[in-house]
């Protein structure tokens, strides 16, 4: 789950870079676009052949990020044997009690995602025929669409917050007070730089500061 989970924020991260593409404009935009479908690791592997290549290894992380989540919550409840009477939070943060409820709304978030601007089932203000960055820029001209993406992220950094410093506390980093409060700054850190860094180009279209 760790493991997984380190892999999906490395994502974002990339992802987060690529969208930021749109204050280059639409050649830019556009051209960073088809060299993810297209160009990379080519000739090493056919064109076309990488994007397909990640985005089964990501399926395969988000697959194995959720087993182990069922796995584990199954485990724990086995272990504790009956149901307590009483259960009151003292050191948990408000990120660790809702990491399950918000991983359901990330799947959530991440169907619709796919749907709108992956497959383009889900069109929000472009065609069938829009490119990247006219899909990217019509999409946020919507104010509904940035409020919801705004709410869906907070769920997301939140989910990262907690996700961050429990995944190198399970691999064994989370080795003293100071590793462990490092480790926080950190993820607290990602999670605000993941935020700001998904929101500035949504916020940046709807205020028509990117058109």
């Known amino acids: 789950m760790a493991v997984t989970g380190l892999i999906m924020i490395g994502f974002l991260l990339m992802h987060m870079y690529g969208n930021l593409k749109v204050f280059f404009g ?5 051209h960073y676009a088809e060299w993810l479908k297209g160009d990379i690791l080519y000739p090493l592997v056919p064109k076309g052949w990488f994007i397909w290549i ?41 990120s660790a009690r809702t990491m399950r409820w918000g991983g359901v709304i990330l799947a959530g978030f991440l169907v619709f995602h796919i ?3 992956t497959s383009k089932t889900i069109k929000t203000g472009f065609t069938g025929e ?13 104010w509904w669409l940035v409020l919801a993406y705004a709410l869906w992220m907070v769920t997301v950094c939140m989910h990262i917050r907690h996700g961050f410093w429990s995944a190198f506390a399970t691999l064994g980093a989370n080795t003293s007070a100071t590793a462990r409060k490092w480790f926080n700054i950190i993820a607290y850190a990602v999670a605000i730089l993941l935020y700001v860094g998904f ?13």
């Not at 490119?131 to 001209?141: C, K, R």
């Open 199 to 211: 929101m500035i180009a949504p916020l940046s279209v709807l205020f028509g500061v990117v058109k």
């Open 26 to 30: 639409a050649e830019s935009f556009d």
């Open 130 to 142: 829009s490119g990247p960055y006219e899909m990217f820029v019509l999409s946020f001209q919507q």
């Open 115 to 117: 749907l709108q601007f």
């Open 54 to 94: 990640f985005r089964f290894f990501l399926l395969a992380s988000i697959v194995l990020h959720v087993w182990s989540a069922a796995t584990l919550t199954i485990r724990a409840r086995r272990a504790r044997g009956t149901k307590y009477v009483t259960s009151k939070s003292i050191q948990q943060t408000y």
